[in-house]
């Protein structure tokens, strides 16, 4: 009985896999000891697997073995980085939206879908201090931290007549002050 598990679940996760064919991307791979693998990536949410075809060598890879991966998005003509994070059930893939001191990440909602182009199917979420902090938390929690360290970005959002109840604008509020926040440096000799 226990053999025919094991057969069941191989055959099953071999469906869910040979489901996705078609969906190699070329991207590159950083492993948490720091190694850099570059290939053909496919990504495969159901599972929190990453599968990375290196010439004739397919590997797979579990989230928790996954600092970070990118790949060209030929449809959507952009860049995708994802993060691998850890949670309370594991480690997971989040997409980066915005890079800086707060970043912000997404998830799609059901995992067994393709990469989503809608905003609606993601969940999305503020990286504060390795916290994830849901985007609906955005004005209570998220806000007053960045106006206590750029005080003049409360009255740029009173000024624009910004609702901070809105994803769309907790990202530009985000974005805003990473912008304004960044450290720009420059070569001293």
Partial sequence: MKYLKVIFLTI?????FAQSEG???HGSVVLTDNQVLVGDIMLHLDFNTLLIREVDQVTVLPARKVNSFRFYDE????????LSIPNRTGNV???LVLQGSYKVVRKLRRAHEPIADDKEDYEYFIMSREEMIPIQAFKKKIF?????????LKEWVAFENL??????????????????NAKHWVASR
């Fill in 93 to 95: 893939f989040y997409e």
């Fill in 12 to 16: 099953l996760v071999s469906s869910a």
């Fill in 163 to 180: 609702n901070l109840n809105t994803p769309d604008v907790a990202i530009l509020v985000v974005k805003k002050f990473n912008n304004n």
């Fill in 75 to 82: 449809t959507n003509n952009i860049n995708r980085q994802f």
């Fill in 144 to 152: 007053p931290l960045l106006v206590s360290s750029l005080p003049e």
């Fill in 23 to 25: 969906t190699w991307k």
